[in-house]
């Protein structure tokens, strides 16, 4: 079997991991279920992943790959000019947004790691420490540069939260979104709209903190 060929199979495998477990629940899904919706042989989890336990584990770290690319260049926040910061934020908003959105796998990502969290499972102590507080700390390090407020301030911190839960919303209450919107289906067009009402709301929400910073 060729190099390429191990990596889809590798990569198939991963992707109806995320679908299944996300959809179903891990326990609810069988490795036969993964290996048939992957088109592979069920003992190709076993050579890659070593079992069902180390495909969880790869399927998230696939996802924290995935969405990472959201917050990328910020290695020189330090340098940034308080404007540039809250640039960079609405880019990272911006960019969330059309990850859970648009990508084709942005429901399935979502499903998979919403199930995970919510039963507080080894998926999250995996992914936590490498990429949700890393990127939850640089992320409240821009929003720190943008007001002239302290990053670790527990405020600074939940506000961050509730910025980044709202891009969520859109993707867990999609469908009653679009359904109140009168909208056929969430394309282009309407993904840009939830993203001028983020930036809206993250500028209001940054002059406010502004303002706090200098009382």
Not at 31 to 50: E, H, P
Not at 152 to 174: E, K, P, W
Request: charge should be negative.
């Amino acid at each position: 079997m060729s190099n390429q060929s191990r990596g889809s199979t590798r990569l198939a495998l991963i992707d109806a991991g995320v679908r299944l477990f996300g959809e179903f629940g891990y326990d609810a899904t069988s490795t036969r279920q993964v290996a048939q919706a992957a088109d592979a042989n069920i003992s190709a989890i076993s050579y890659y992943f070593g079992g069902k336990k180390g495909l969880r584990l790869a399927c998230a770290e696939h996802i924290a790959e995935h969405l990472a690319m959201a917050v990328s260049g910020l290695e020189k926040i330090d340098d940034m000019s308080p404007e540039d910061a809250a640039s960079k934020l609405e880019q990272v908003l911006s960019e969330f947004v059309h990850i859970l959105l648009e990508q084709p796998q942005g429901k399935e990502m979502a499903q998979f790691m919403l199930k995970e969290v919510a039963q507080v499972s080894e998926v999250l102590d995996l992914v936590f420490p490498k990429f949700i507080a890393p990127v939850h700390e640089s992320v409240c390090l821009l929003w720190a540069k943008a007001t002239g407020q302290n990053a670790s301030n527990s405020d600074v911190m939940l506000t961050v939260f509730s910025l980044v839960g709202q891009v969520i919303y859109f993707r867990v209450g999609q469908e009653i979104v679009r359904r109140r919107m009168g909208w056929d289906s969430v394309e282009q067009t309407e993904v840009f709209a939830i993203q001028n009402v983020i930036r809206t709301n993250l500028r209001a929400t940054l002059d406010v903190a502004r303002k706090g910073s200098i009382q």
